[in-house]
């Protein structure tokens, strides 16, 4: 059975609850690396500045100007890594997405911005990245 690293679980403790228990429960089904929770503003913005995200600080779901706050979004990739393998995120995002659906939580898919399960409408694709909608 996967199992996270030590990393990806100090990564995923800095993202809100919810989206912890969807991952712990992802894990146990498929191999992920956890790779992004809450980001500072340095992080952001670089993020934004070379273009692998849309947002500056603090706009982002992974971004918070309150202390000790949790990241209300989470990136992942399967492991082992392989940026330019799409169909494998796809896969991971079907387990993501039906894990927390049958969990009664909420999440916007990077793979499908506006949640109209139109794969193909989106001008932004960031496969690894979920967000609670709240």
């Excluded at 399967?78 to 940026?83: E, F, L, R, S």
């Excluded at 927390?100 to 989106?122: K, N, P, S, V, Y």
Aim: charged share 30%.
């Amino acid at each position: 059975m996967p199992k996270f690293s030590r990393r990806s679980k100090e990564i995923l403790l800095t993202c809100d609850e919810d989206l912890q228990v969807v991952m712990n429960d992802v894990i146990r089904i498929t191999d992920i690396k956890i790779i992004s929770g809450l980001r500072g503003e340095v992080e952001q913005n670089y993020l934004f500045r070379t273009g692998l995200s849309k947002k500056m600080f603090p706009n982002s779901k992974h971004n918070s100007e309150v202390e000790d706050a949790l990241s209300e979004a989470v990136d992942i990739a399967p492991y082992p890594i392989n940026w330019h393998d799409d169909e494998r995120f796809y896969y991971t995002a079907g387990i993501v997405m039906g894990v927390a659906g049958m969990l009664g939580i909420e999440l916007r898919w990077g793979g499908d911005w506006d949640m109209d399960d139109d794969l193909h409408d989106q001008t932004f694709m960031d496969l690894g990245h979920f967000e609670l909608v709240r």
